[in-house]
């Protein structure tokens, strides 16, 4: 059904690094996931400990913590000390990119102390947390009184601050936008020590549009008030498999969630695909179910949560043997179905993770802490990592979806691939990612007069030319991508790993109101750059000492 062909390629000489990357399983099952069961109970006691303190006492501890960032703040000798950045070490970051500005000279400042939900405001429909609240300690807050973020990343360790300074989305997006859409208010420790709390509509407004994507370089957010919205116990699920090429499969995707006539009762509440491989694929669109729906007679109910349940990729896959299927999923264990198998990263780091005597006896360990993994690994692995693996989430409007996807196998050939539309929304400044101008025009499927629908295309795994054991250049892979992305208004989130030189970056952002809040609000050479933090690589002693001399120069704006 697909007449597409991936190009033939040498086969590649294996190497020492090959068989560490083969045989690390031993490292993951015998020291990282028993390390990584500790440290999620040992966080688990610390949430149960801070839920059980009141709001007020909460509030008062924060503002405690608050001051001492301001006295830390004002500690720095600008003239010695580097830039300013978190004392988070280099390889907690949940994501591919290692903090290499963290292995040269910075300043740091400890927000550890910052994981605490301040209040649930059930008449304002609002949640106040700090920036280091993750999404598994945040739903297990709020799912029993059938309240939720309107977006919910899907992995557990996920935290606020993460989602906000940079980028996060969720099966719910093509209706609430990416995570930072859904934030209210703003706490920031600005490079001066000043606390300012900014809205999209006070005098602060600048900076609450400039935060998201800044990655943190524009001050140090210690608080947000994130939208809630009202759920139900249950999820139910539908399954349905799709065939066809590529771009076949792309459309059946757009017509699960946007229907053609407009018809705002068809929308689901939650979408996303899998495509399995350049033919096949498996999308699902869910609703928010009563647990007396639920609980009717023939209604079929999956805690897929259980730590012996299949992993959730390859369950939805079964649609494609016994056909469209619908179930009914505990609302928070929806949340997280992809936690357990780091979507399907899972196979690679446990080939056999997925088998069902691993499930049963060892299947309570998992997920292992990608700090852990990125921790226990060496340079060359790290290396091999970034060469050898793909981790990238692609941002197109979803009227290129299928473009995209037919890229993505001629230039990668990775499989699984996760779909998840969310709205760019029309603001009224132009932040650092934004809808095409004159989309409301076309009226294109998906967009609205206010938002252009998108779809991030998640391609996690390692690329068929190296499963089949053939030459792969992943800095080259990732050069291509990122010029297709600039070329076709697509955006590529700074988590992962990247090639962009200075001039790409900001030929794939804008960086007009970045640039206006870095000076209004004194950034420039107290924290550093969204290009220098994001920029692969250890910094080198020249680039430190610009970065700190920094004067602010404008971004590249080229029209392409």
Not at 240 to 250: F, S
Not at 267 to 278: A, L, R
Request: proline share 5%.
């Amino acid at each position: 059904m697909s007449d597409l062909q991936a190009p033939l390629r040498p086969k590649r000489k294996k190497v020492l690094v090959d068989y560490l990357v083969q045989f690390r399983w031993i490292v993951v099952i015998f020291v990282v996931l028993p390390v990584s069961c500790f440290i999620y109970f040992k966080l688990f006691l610390g949430d149960v400990k801070s839920a059980m303190k009141s709001e007020k006492r909460r509030q008062k501890e924060h503002e405690e913590n608050v001051k001492k960032v301001v006295n830390r703040l004002k500690q720095r000798d600008p003239q010695k000390d580097g830039l300013v950045c978190t004392a988070r070490k280099p390889y907690i970051a949940v994501g591919m990119r290692n903090v290499d500005y963290k292995r040269a000279r910075h300043f740091e400042v400890d927000l550890s102390a910052f994981r605490n939900i301040l209040e649930v405001d059930k008449e304002r429909m609002v949640a106040k947390v700090e920036p280091l609240v993750n999404m598994g300690q945040i739903t297990r807050y709020t799912v029993p009184m059938n309240l939720a973020l309107a977006v919910v990343a899907e992995l557990d360790d996920l935290t606020v601050g993460g989602l906000i300074n940079g980028y996060g989305i969720e099966g719910s997006s093509h209706i609430y936008g990416l995570f930072s859409d859904t934030v209210v208010a703003m706490e920031v420790v600005l490079a001066d020590g000043q606390v300012v709390r900014c809205t999209k509509d006070n005098e602060y407004s600048d900076l609450f549009y400039g935060i998201p994507w800044s990655q943190g370089t524009l001050g140090l957010l210690v608080s947000a008030e994130i939208k809630l919205i009202p759920i139900k116990e249950y999820m139910r699920l539908t399954y349905t498999p799709y065939r066809g090429t590529l771009k076949e499969l792309a459309q059946a995707y757009a017509d699960s969630f946007a229907p053609r006539d407009g018809d705002p009762s068809k929308v689901p509440d939650f979408v996303e695909g899998m495509i399995y491989n350049p033919t096949e694929a498996v999308h699902m669109t869910g609703r928010y179910a009563s647990k007396e729906e639920a609980k009717k007679k023939g209604n079929v109910i999956n805690n897929v949560g259980w730590w012996f349940k299949p992993w959730f990729y390859q369950h939805a896959q079964t649609a494609l043997k016994k056909g469209e299927f619908v179930e009914y999923i505990p609302t928070r264990e929806y949340y997280h179905r992809h936690t357990r198998c780091l979507y399907w990263e899972g196979k690679l780091i446990l080939p056999f993770g997925d088998q069902w005597w691993f499930r049963w006896f060892l299947g309570w360990l998992m997920p292992p802490k990608v700090s852990l993994l990125k921790a226990t690994q060496g340079e060359s692995v790290r290396n091999y990592y970034h060469d050898m693996h793909v981790i990238q989430d692609l941002l197109v409007p979803l009227y290129k979806v299928g473009d995209a996807l037919e890229y993505c196998h001629n230039e990668m050939e990775v499989y699984p691939i996760w779909l998840c539309p969310h709205r760019l929304f029309k603001l009224p400044v132009k932040t650092m990612v934004y809808p095409e101008p004159g989309f409301e025009h076309h009226h294109r499927q998906g967009d609205t007069s206010y938002a252009q629908m998108f779809t991030d295309i998640g391609v996690y795994y390692a690329p068929g030319p190296v499963l089949r054991g053939e030459e792969f250049n992943g800095a080259e892979a990732v050069r291509n991508l990122e010029e297709w992305l600039i070329q076709n208004h697509g955006f590529q989130p700074q988590y992962a790993v990247s090639e962009l030189t200075e001039k790409n970056f900001w030929r794939m952002f804008d960086g007009s109101q970045y640039e206006h809040c870095r000076k209004k609000y004194g950034a420039v050479g107290t924290f550093m750059s969204v290009y220098y933090k994001s920029k692969k690589g250890k910094k080198t002693e020249k680039e430190v000492q610009e970065a700190e001399a920094e004067i602010l120069e404008p971004a590249y704006a080229e029209e392409v």
